[in-house]
Structures are given as structure tokens and as C-alpha cells.
DNA sequence: ACACCTATCGCAATCGATTGCAATTGCAAG
DNA sequence: CTTGCAATTGCAATCGATTGCGATAGGTGT
């Protein structure tokens, strides 16, 4: 029993009911000023015509789109995919906490050749407000564009002075953690493996010669610049085993991915882990339980962090000014260390 | 030397340029008809004064959003997540894709509860097309929608007399592929870990079941309906390896994520791999690269997969009638067999 | 029965860019 | 110098929903 004029608008519905545009849309948005009559009436007739009103002519009347641009910056390293299981992990956790408030999540992902790619983006009015996933090697940029648009928050580590609303773990007290529980473990020679461009790795190095530095063993550590991307740097993590005269015995890798790269070469080097290296990871991802051994890491919890990165930007996009957020990581132990 | 006046719409730049609206607009959009001399000018002029057009006023009048929404329905598991690798990879090339064709990917994650999840998307007239990743326990849901919903595309299985446009690879052959390659190394005794609700892992053990007719051994198959979801059955993997009384020689995973779970649990339990056990995983993603040992696998071409979803999208919302598309699964032997 | 108040509803402007059609300008040919 | 044609530009309607303000209805109090 559909009837023949398509309802196309809120016009045409009007018309059926006989009433104005104006009730029709009363009815069916707000709880503008209508008798329950009018309304239930109405939405009878849209629910039986299946009508719904057009999003995007309401958006441009009310100046707001109803979305949330998701950026991931891939500037530190070119190879670096979405696939990244962090990265993934934590878009699920923002796909979720929009919807839950009602958000739509348009997901970029940015090689940031130029220097205004926010700019650009922030401008585009397609979206309300931007979440930007790690800050890469892109602080300046992340700073500038802070200073000038408000609905901005950024996943990843604080720095003095930053003029960005951000969230995310103390990395310097991860890097310390990770490292001192080698330390604890017996670790006499250890070896960082993390290219420490991006600011957060950076910050776990720091930790982690932190720790060594209160053990009184400061030249106890070796650095290798593994690439965050899985597969990326597999032959030279296995190289840089294969090469180093001296094998360290314990392993802190600056994300879990790495620390996998790490266990398989060892794997493949006859090395027992953890009876001759121990290795720790970083991020706590759900893949740290299905390698072997089981992979102790270094936990960020993700899921708060998700949920406070959209909170931060709801209250910003609502005119309210916030400060950043630093969470504690926790250690948990499994059976690689 | 910004000017006083901000610039807020296209009326503003006109009255400061000298021109009508409309030869504004004709300056910054297409190339429509219009002097080359004013063009610059006004181009320029907008630049200095860093206008943008409004989209959304753009989009309602055009009609077209300029966005592809990107769904992922969990029916068959509650507890799974976009974290899975697989979706993951996918959203990351679809998400490049897109962006190359000038649309933006809004991600939407559906805990199908009721039946008309799909419908209400659709007609939320949020996107001007949708790609389903996985038609999960939905097949109904899609044939019913994309008879009436033209700009529809899905990943997955095709099945004979399927309504809906999809791409995806030859399940049935992959699973054979999986199996008679087990069969070659000599197992005897193969085991599907994989639970065959979604409609891409019963066909996978269709074609499972059909090598080892070929091959005159149908009775050397058992199942375990392992979840899809990294972490959720590893539990229930150990347990089932455990109890068997005859440790099954060959593993058909449904996934790598299942594939990876299984090398864990057989790590634990003392089996040597391939020694002892051969496995085989499905999808070829990366991090199957990085296992214990390095997983062979059963490899779908995902790059083209998701620029084959992203062409034949475009080609519907362009009006064109198009069909589904099967690839062909690969064999990649690692040494996990 | 009359005035008054309020809950609803209609009217029309508005958001900002696009585009068909008409008008104007410019140029060249006759 | 005039006419004709084509290249540009201006005008105004349009996309569809929202909302302030004014109008009307109904109901209440005296």
C-alpha cells in the first residue's frame, strides 16, 4: 500500500498531513513546541512512508556535520601501514565510543608531505572535530594548528609545553617499567629496538635509560632503530642479532609488533626465550597472547584512552577548554621474560 | 595582513572580488564556463583570504555526500572486534582507495540486533555508497537491501543466485588449496579449526571436505569451530588439542588469527611444528611473517580486492549494472608445513 | 459572556553553494 | 561604423530542513 507521490521532503509530508513544514519538522527533530497529537501523528505518517528527513540539508541549516575525522599521520616512516594492530585496536575502541555519542568517524589516513595537511583538514568543514592518532614526527604542526582550532585532540605522549590537547600513557615511566623488570629478571645487557623519531618512542627510551641509569649500569644498553610497521625491519632486526658480537640478554621492543619481529628472529637464531634473552613489549595488544611464548608487555589501557580521547573533544567541540591526559601503563607479565 | 572582514561564504568573496556569486563559485569549482583571467584572480583571492567553500551547502545542492560508508557487521560473534588484523588490513587499503578517488570513508562498526540495520543506513543519505566487509551471518539482510539499494557492494563469499554485488576469493578453492597441500606433505589426520556460521568459512571447509574426497580420505577430517576472534577461543583451542585422543597431523585454520592461536597452543602443549603437526593458516596477512614458526598460508590479493570493492562501488553510484567478482586465492609456503 | 493567556501552528527568512537562462561584453567581419 | 556571434558574467531559483516571530486556536478565570 505505498502511495504513489514518493515522499521526498519534509514539504511533501506536509502536505499529506496537512499541516506546515515547520510541524513536520518539530515533529520529527527536537522537542520543539507541538502537541503530542501533532507529533505522534506525523511520525506515524513518516514511519509509514519511510521518510527521513535529509541529513545533509539539516546539517547546513544547523553548521554542524555529525562527524569526527579520525587522522592517522604516517610521516616518520613511509612503509607503515593501518594495519599496524595498534593502530587498529584503537580505531575499533573510537568507532565505537562516537557511535555511542552519536558521532560519525571519517577515517584518513595522511602522509604528511606538506606542512598544512591539518590545516587543510580542519578547514574542509566536513567534520566537527579531529582526533589524531599519534603525533608521528608532526608536533609542530599538531601545536600551530591547536592554537587556532579548537575541536583537536591528539593520541600520544605529553610533552612540557605542548600547546595540544593530548591522551595517552607516560611513556617514560613505561620505558622504565619495561626496563626494570629486566633489570629485576637478571638482565646484564639490553637492548632497545625502536626508532625513536616519533615522540612517544623517544620518550620510552628515555625511560629505559632512566632505569638503567638508577641501576647503576647506564652502558648496559645498545639501541636498534626497528621500524614500528610489522615486516618492515624483520631482516635487519635479524641482522643486527646475527652481527652483534655479544647477544643482549634482554630485549625492550617499542611496541608489541616489534617485539614480535624480535621473538621470531631469535626463534630462528636458536636462541631460548626466555632462558637466554628475555624480550618485553609495548601496547599490551591482544596479539602479545598468541605469540610464543606469550608476551610480557607493557600495557597502555586503550580502551579508556579511547573513551577519553572522545570525551576531551566533545567537551572542546562544546566551547569547554581541557587539559591533557597522562595514564599509567602497567606491566604484565607473561612468559617471555 | 589579514583583511578585517572575514570571508565567510562565497557572497563575501564575490562582493570583495567584484562579481557575482555564481562566477565565484564558477571560479573555485568545476570549469565551467568561465575566463581564465578571473579564475586566477579569484583563486588567488580566495587563497589570500584562506576560503574554503562550505561543503555541506555544496553537498545538498549537488546531492552527493562525497563519502562511502564502510560497514562491518559482527553478527556471528559478539565478542569480536574491528581489531582483528583482517579488518583491519582491509580498512587501511580501502581507506587509500577511496581517498584516491576523492571520497572520504566513514566507519561504522553494526551489532546486526535487529533486521534493518543495513535499511536504516542506507537511507540515512550519510553516504553515497556502502561496502560491507563480511557478509558475517547477514546474507539475507544484503540480498533483501541490495535489490532496492543500488550503490551496494560487499567482501566476501559468492554464493550461486546471491542478489547482492560482491568481490571477494574463491573460499571453496582456497580451502581445498589449504587441504591438498597437507594432503601432499603427507598428513594424514586434518583438523578445521573454524566455526562455519559465516558464510566465507563454511565454504572454506566445503572445498576442505572436497579435497580430501578427491584424495580418498574423507574420513580423516575433524572440526572445531574456533572463533574468528584473536583471543576469544584460545582457551578452547588448547582444551580441544588436549583431549584428543589421536592429535590431529594437519591443521586447516580458517583464519591466521586461528592459525596463530594454534601454533601457541601446540608450542605449549610440546609439539614440534612443522614437525610433529603441520598448519596452515587463511589470508596471508602480514603477521604472518612473524610466527613461530613463519605461517604458510592461503593468500587472498587484498590490494586488488579492495580496489576492485572501491571501482565496482563507483561504477553503481555511477548507474552502471556490474557483477561480483571472484579472485583467486594463492598458495604461500612459509614453514609452518 | 468577555477578556486574557498560552499552547500550537504557519509564515518566511536562512544556511551557502550551484546552475539554467538571460544579459552583457567583447571581438571580428562586412 | 554597424551587425552578428560567441565568450563571460549576472540574476535568481533551487537543494531541504530549521527556527524566530507573529497569528490563531483553545481554554481559563471572573
Redesign the interface.
Known sequence: MTERPRIRNIADLAKIAGVSPGTVSRALSGAGLISQKTRERIQALAREH?F?P????R??RI?R?G?IGVLIPLGHETGQ?????F???M??LL??AL?ERGY??????VIPTDDDWLDRYA????VDGIIVIGQSDQSAVLDRVAARYRPLVVWGGHSRGQVHCSVGSDNIAGGDIATSHLIERGCKRIAFFGDPTPLEIAQRLEGCRNALARADMPDALSTFPAHLA??VS?SGIADYLEAADELPDGIVAASD?IA??A??AL?ELGRAVPGQVKVIGYDG???G??????LTTVKQDLNTGARNLVDLLLRRIAGEDTSSVVMMPELVVRLST
Do not use: K, W
Open positions: 519511510e527521513r535529509n541529513i545533509m540539508a546539517n547546513l553548521q556535520t562527524a601501514h593501518i594495519s599496524d594492530p593502530f587498529i585496536t580505531l575499533g568507532a565505537d557511535t560519525d568517524l571519517v577515517l584518513s589516513r578547514d574542509s568543514g566536513r610489522a615486516g624483520d609488533v614480535m619481529s621473538l621470531r626463534a595488544l591482544a596479539l597472547e598468541h605469540t610464543v611464548p606469550r
